[in-house]
């Protein structure tokens, strides 16, 4: 069974450029997660997504934003790229009913240059 | 409040010995408590979790050991390898949130 999918690996963008990172779930997970982890800290929880809906955001601004598509997979935006926003961008799933059981992905490194 | 420390930072063991990594949360709503096992490059991977109706749960060499009224979890590895050397987070969570809360994690080194 495939695990979580991320793209791309490595992502090297400009201040204010805008990035968009994807993600596929583990086949039957209908829920997607996205964590932000900055170099030496801790995960930070961004935002929620089951069945399609935004269904809990993390204290993060608006311009990090993001979809869930009907396959179930996602991708997440961020606009007006900040030198902070630097840190690698973590997607899970889990499965139907057990929300709290998280299955990460290997994630997508984004660089702001 | 939502946040979870985890102590030490790094933890430096000698095979075969045990390392003990702890936790301390503040909300009562949590309802589970999780580690997750990261290697560089790889994403976090759960490794072992408990629910606040039991005091300790064991899986191979790992074990939670969790007190509810001090609000306080740890992370219990025997017999300690050198291929659990990896960067170790805690979490908390409540069912149906849909957000974990998680420690700034923990660098375990184990020796040879």
């Known amino acids: 069974e495939a695990g979580v999918t991320q793209s791309p690996t490595h992502l090297i963008k400009t201040r204010g450029q805008q990035a968009t990172l994807r993600c596929s779930p583990i086949s039957g997970h209908t829920s997607v997660y996205w964590y932000q982890q900055a170099l030496g800290l801790g995960l930070q929880f961004l935002l929620w997504?089951?069945?399609?809906?935004?269904?809990n955001r993390g204290n993060f601004p608006p311009r990090f934003s993001g979809r869930q598509f009907p396959n179930y997979s996602s991708e997440l935006n961020v606009n007006a790229l900040e030198l902070e926003d630097s840190a690698l961008y973590l997607c899970?799933?889990?499965?139907?009913?057990?929300?709290?059981?998280?299955?990460f992905g290997s994630g997508t490194q984004l660089s702001v240059l | 409040q939502q946040q979870v420390k985890q102590s030490p930072q790094s933890l430096i063991v000698q095979k075969g010995g045990i390392s003990i990594i702890n936790c301390a949360y503040e909300?009562?709503?949590?309802?589970?408590f999780p580690w997750y096992q990261q290697f560089p490059g790889k994403g976090p991977a759960l490794l072992i979790a408990i629910r606040p109706d039991v005091s300790e749960k064991k899986e191979g060499r790992f074990t939670i050991s969790f007190n509810k009224s001090a609000k306080q979890f740890s992370l219990h590895i025997m017999d300690s390898q050198p291929g659990d050397s990896a960067t170790y987070f805690c979490?908390?969570?409540?069912?149906?949130?849909?957000?974990?809360?998680f420690g700034d994690g923990t660098t375990l080194t184990v020796k040879p």
């Open positions: 979490a908390a969570s409540w069912t149906n949130a849909g957000k974990s809360t």
């Open positions: 997504y089951d069945e399609g809906e935004e269904r």
């Open positions: 899970a799933s889990s499965p139907v009913g057990q929300n709290e059981k998280l299955f």
């Open positions: 909300n009562t709503a949590f309802d589970y």
